[in-house]
């Protein structure tokens, strides 16, 4: 929590100090990659040199009685060095994980959920953005979650049972294990 505090102090004061450049425009974005195949975003160009987004990542697959759907929203400050189109990023999101699952034969749905702070670091190039208007990009992004949340529903299954503690075990881990996020194309417009 004092993570997020500190970023949206950091976030207000590049706000202020940059809200008379003459090149700042706000935009929207969507993309697609992996394991996120959908994203968007709505970006705020402060200057040539730094912006901020906010984004939604989303990943939602079902096959007959299962489900998975990850998601995160995340909030970044991006620096330009060059005042070009190659950027690095940091920030915060929350990686959040939904498996459910349905036993055909007594219909009963298992249903897992897992909630983690994860921060963000992120490099790419956004091809177009110092001209405002339309822009093409493509990045990388780390992410590293901590301090999982785990929720385990599964009617029927006693608690200390192997099968639901083995749950637990592999909800928790999955909430503590970093990734990369590579976006093959994202394009936006910036007003």
Known sequence: MR??????????????SFASAKNSGVGL??????PFLQQVGLNYKISDRFGLSFGYNLLDLSSGAASVKLSMPELLVHYHPFSGAFFVAAGLGQEALEVTAKDLTTGATAKADVKSMAAI??????WGLANNG???GVDLAFVSPSN??????????PTNSTAYTDTVDAAKKFGETSFTNITFARIGWVF
């Open 134 to 136: 339309f822009w093409f």
């Open 3 to 16: 993570m997020i505090r500190c970023l949206i102090v950091a976030t207000a004061l590049l706000l202020g």
């Open 121 to 126: 670091a992120k490099t790419g190039w956004m």
């Open 148 to 157: 999982p949340d785990v929720n385990i529903t599964a009617p029927g299954v």
């Open 29 to 34: 974005s969507v993309g697609m990659g992996l």
